[in-house]
């Protein structure tokens, strides 16, 4: 029997997020289980039965199902669940590496993500990201920022870099970022794809995120910087069209409340980030 799933998303964190699921259901169920997605190249399964595989490849099945992400009030590793039929529990994914690419340093260091999709996932105090990368390099530190862009955002809102960390951004290839990863002390992300990343490379991630509640993202190795005190979690409030809300333009905050989730996040919250740095 050949069962099908295909990744509907292009997003690097829910294609991570979804991917050790085929292995479940593959033993469950049985037979051969091919995922379909844009991330193949790096996604692996340790079941001989399970393949990644590109998005065109033609495959005779029996079985067939369309995995996609949507806004609601569960962890994302169940969304993958709930459209397998099959039961939820945390699992952390499996990802390839590379002889290809090396990134060596002698010193030690953190690798650190500051853009994202959307300027509610941001963090949106502007204070934040210059303060911790000024902590972490007083701890003995080198900090790396590594997404691909140096400057990103709208007309509304431009979001650069923190001008004391080193500027590793750039349109690198996903397996020379894999290999940054795998050697940095920790990560420090948002609610993204490279958070997802560094969490299935077994690093403990420091995760900023006041739109996503604190289920939504992975538990374990996960210390996570949210304020409790104000609006927070809309991402994950059934109630709000979120999808079309960030369609619709990049200064969406579905409560009209200015971000103020993670302007909330201030120099005073960051000493829970120095709290989780001295555990690490």
Not at 6 to 34: H, M, W
Not at 139 to 155: P, Q, R, S, T
Not at 269 to 275: R, T
């Amino acid at each position: 029997m050949n069962t099908v799933i295909k990744f509907c998303t292009q997003a690097l964190g829910d294609s991570i997020a979804f991917s050790p699921y085929a292995d479940e259901y593959q033993r469950i169920y049985g037979g051969n289980v091919y995922v379909k997605t844009k991330w193949y190249t790096i996604l692996k399964s340790n079941n001989s039965n399970v393949y990644f595989v590109e998005p065109n490849m033609e495959i005779k099945y029996d079985k067939y199902f369309e995995i996609h992400f949507y806004f609601t009030n569960t962890p994302m590793q169940k969304l993958a669940c709930d459209q397998l039929g099959i039961e939820y529990k945390e699992i952390l994914p499996n990802i390839k590496g590379s002889s290809k690419h090396k990134f060596n340093n002698k010193k030690k260091y953190v690798c650190i993500s500051i853009q994202s999709t959307a300027q509610l996932k941001y963090w949106n105090n502007s204070a934040g990201w210059d303060s911790i990368v000024k902590y972490i390099k007083s701890l003995g530190y080198d900090v790396y920022v590594i997404d691909k862009d140096e400057v990103f955002g709208a007309n509304e809102k431009r979001n650069s870099v923190p001008k004391k960390a080193f500027n590793e951004t750039g349109n690198y290839p996903i397996e020379y970022r894999i290999d940054q990863i795998k050697n940095c002390s920790f990560f420090v992300g948002l609610s993204s794809g490279l958070s997802w990343l560094a969490w299935a490379l077994n690093k403990k991630v420091v995760l900023i995120s006041g739109c996503t509640d604190t289920y939504n993202e992975f538990n374990s190795n996960c210390y996570r910087v949210i304020n409790k005190n104000v609006c927070h979690g809309c991402l994950n409030d059934p109630s709000i069209n979120n999808k079309d809300g960030i369609l619709g333009g990049w200064m969406y905050c579905p409560r009209q409340k200015d971000f103020e989730c993670s302007k909330n996040i201030t120099p005073k919250i960051q000493q829970l980030i120095d709290k989780y740095l001295h555990e690490l």
